[in-house]
């Protein structure tokens, strides 16, 4: 289908896409690569009435990585990513989630902003900014505030980003020496949204249990968010075979995934618990390795 008619607009600075956005209040959207909006708005589910192009603000897409973090500018694409080799030490966990975003030509264009204000539930890095307790920095007309993303994301494609608020940038806390991480996701054919999948981190403490475990799920629930039972389970242990089934099982009986017509609840609950297992297993050997 065509799109219906819009007007658009490219600002130079920041408070004047806000000033934007707050003019045509709920008719003005953010266009940065455009890979969810265009196709919504093809099919004429999204028909903004001003797009707003953040292309010439400057800044946005910055990758910064110092003592207190990483931080992601709104305009990063997925390929910024791939390439920053000091991520390869920055941040592993997010470079790995990264290189299973759709395919390279949407890899190309995609922003960490887009996905964010998005809000898609089978998107990785919505999973990654939960399972991190990442912050956001989002701009409106009142000033910048600082949204937690285990709050940011209310339901599939639904966030608390206001109507006339633009995120800024995506803010990852360091991540320690020596962490234990993995990523592993499931889809029908490389490049589709993943049917489930699962993201995590752990520390080891003087006696070689884990600790600060964080399990995030992507694709399987209404929202990304941690696993907090099966993070339990793993926590205190020295993470063996017998901890892994447990946390496995404790995983699947977590999540509340949908029916669709892939896969029924049922696969999805079971999926889960699989890939948290191959999960665990991969992060334990990469220690060793």
Request: aromatic share 6%; charged share 25%; net charge neutral.
């Amino acid at each position: 289908m065509k799109f219906a008619d819009f007007e658009y607009q490219a600002p130079g600075t920041a408070s004047e896409v806000v000033r934007l956005l707050a003019s045509r209040p709920g008719e003005a959207k953010i266009i940065a690569g455009g890979q969810s909006l265009l196709p919504t708005m093809a099919y004429r589910l999204a028909q903004p009435a001003l797009l707003v192009d953040v292309r010439n603000v400057p800044d946005l897409d910055r990758i910064a990585i110092d003592a207190s973090g990483v931080r992601l500018g709104a305009r990063t694409r997925w390929r910024d990513i791939e390439d920053a080799g000091e991520l390869e030490a920055g941040h592993p966990l997010l470079k790995e989630a990264i290189s299973h975003v759709a395919h390279y030509q949407v890899r190309n264009r995609g922003s960490v902003g887009g996905s964010l204000a998005h809000g898609d539930p089978a998107s990785e890095l919505p999973c990654i900014a939960v399972t991190c307790d990442a912050d956001l920095r989002v701009l409106g007309p009142a000033g910048e505030r600082t949204i937690r993303a285990d709050g940011f994301f209310t339901g599939p494609l639904s966030t608390t980003l206001r109507e006339d608020e633009m995120i800024l940038e995506l803010r990852l806390p360091a991540w320690a020496p020596g962490r234990r991480w993995a990523f592993q996701e499931f889809a029908r054919r490389a490049g589709d949204f993943a049917m489930a999948g699962v993201a995590l981190f752990y520390d080891l403490d003087r006696q070689q249990r884990a600790c600060d475990v964080h399990i995030g799920v992507v694709g399987a629930c209404s929202r990304p968010h941690r696993l907090k039972a099966a993070e339990a389970a793993l926590a205190g242990t020295t993470v063996d075979a017998q901890a892994i089934a447990a946390a496995a099982r404790a995983a699947s009986a977590e999540v509340d995934p949908p029916t669709d017509i892939h896969a029924t609840a049922a696969y999805r609950r079971a999926l889960v618990g699989t890939l948290l297992e191959r999960a665990l297993h991969q992060a334990a050997t990469r220690a060793a390795a």
